[in-house]
């Protein structure tokens, strides 16, 4: 079993940045891709990026493309969501998931197993 735990969220004015972390407990995770996802009320949740965990290929929504970053830190299990130059639009509840198999289609939720509980990015105007 896979536990995710994210945090670092918070409020932050346009233009500013966050670090989201999400770490990761239970198997190895050789053949993984982590992905970050967001869900802003009334909308679906959508893709914002992703990583796989033995090549660090990384993966970006067109929205988010150039503004944020993901990675990976093996020793300590964590995924890390560096958010630069955030805009109101940003504004969600943020999901660290799990895929086991390392799937082709990474923008799709249901391809991921575990799911954290989610962390709330607030992005004033």
């Known amino acids: 079993q896979v536990q995710l735990v994210e945090s670092g969220g918070g409020l932050v004015q346009a233009g500013g940045s966050l670090r989201l972390s999400c770490a990761a407990s239970g198997r190895a995770f050789s053949t993984y891709t982590m992905g970050w996802f967001r869900q802003a009320p009334g909308k679906e949740r959508e893709f914002v990026a992703a990583i796989r965990w033995s090549t660090s290929n990384t993966y970006y929504a067109d929205s988010v493309k150039g503004r944020f970053t993901i990675s990976r830190d093996i020793p300590k299990k964590t995924v890390y969501l560096q958010m630069n130059s955030l805009k109101p639009e940003d504004t969600a509840v943020y999901y660290c998931?799990?895929?086991?198999?390392?799937?082709?289609?990474?923008?799709?939720?249901?391809?991921?197993?575990?799911w954290g509980q989610g962390t709330q990015v607030t992005v004033s105007p």
């Open positions: 998931a799990a895929d086991p198999g390392g799937t082709y289609y990474y923008t799709r939720t249901y391809e991921y197993d575990y």
